[in-house]
């Protein structure tokens, strides 16, 4: 029907979450928030602890952190974590968010473009955040789930979502969507980020490490500086009804 597909999304753009979206790391919040209401073992704390120690010394590789985003749920109800995902986005995670990201994530939905939130983070509280920030979908590292308990397994599903894995996650919920990538915008500070930004025909430097802004510098990519935090008594977002026309 053509008044339908006039509701089509006519782009992509996706946006990195920890130092592009929000003022910190969302996995470690989240780690945090879990182990101040009880959800989370000391041993398990203990855990992710010692796996973060281990990646600011350089003796345990960035993908390590990915990987405890996964290992960290092990044993959790999968509905219950979704419960705490948006519980800690609302205590928690809400406070640090950019208000240039919102204003942002906002002005693309009104060009009817299809907005992600793509993370190394877990994928429940990225998906919290998409929520909370009004973004269509939120694409994270994935934990395995034990279909006979509904609880998690500890165990992180392939690829990780970080580097080239976050590229192929994020063009995967694309095709899911049945949306082409031809006209993809994409937002991130990492320079890990880079395949996801060439992927893409607008790339944007946000807050960009040192590993990123001479990338920018020499491709001609825009670069912003976005630190003005949202205000965090605002209202809960993420009610703009259906995409599609035909959606229900």
């Known amino acids: 029907m053509p008044a339908a597909r006039d509701r089509w999304p006519t782009a992509v753009a996706v946006f990195d979450v920890d130092r592009t979206l929000l003022d910190g790391a969302a996995g470690y919040m989240f780690f945090q928030w879990l182990r101040k209401n009880g959800r989370v073992t000391a041993r398990g704390w203990l855990d992710i602890a010692a796996s973060v ?11 390590a952190i990915v990987r405890v985003g996964a290992t960290s749920l092990a044993g959790l109800p999968v509905e219950r974590v979704d419960e705490w995902a948006d519980a800690c986005v609302a205590e928690s995670i809400a406070p640090h968010i950019f208000a240039e990201a919102e204003k942002t994530i906002r002005r693309h939905r009104k060009m009817r473009h299809f907005t992600m939130l793509a993370s190394g983070s877990c994928q429940p509280i990225v998906e919290a955040i998409a929520r909370h920030v009004g973004a269509h979908a939120g694409v994270g590292t994935r934990a395995l789930v034990d279909s006979a308990t509904g609880r998690y397994t500890g165990r992180a599903e392939l690829p990780l979502c970080y580097h080239e894995g976050k590229a192929e996650w994020v063009r995967r919920r694309a095709e899911r969507e049945g949306l082409s990538m031809d006209e993809c915008h994409v937002y991130t500070d990492n320079g890990m980020d880079r395949p996801l930004l060439e992927m893409a025909t607008h790339p944007n430097a946000v807050n960009p490490d040192g590993l990123l802004l001479p990338l920018a510098k ?7 500086a976005w630190s003005t935090l949202a205000d965090p008594d605002r209202s809960r977002t993420g009610s703009f009804g259906p995409l599609r026309a035909d959606a229900k």
């Open 53 to 63: 120690a281990a990646y600011r010394t350089r003796l345990r590789p960035e993908t």
């Open 218 to 224: 020499e491709r001609g990519w825009p670069v912003h």
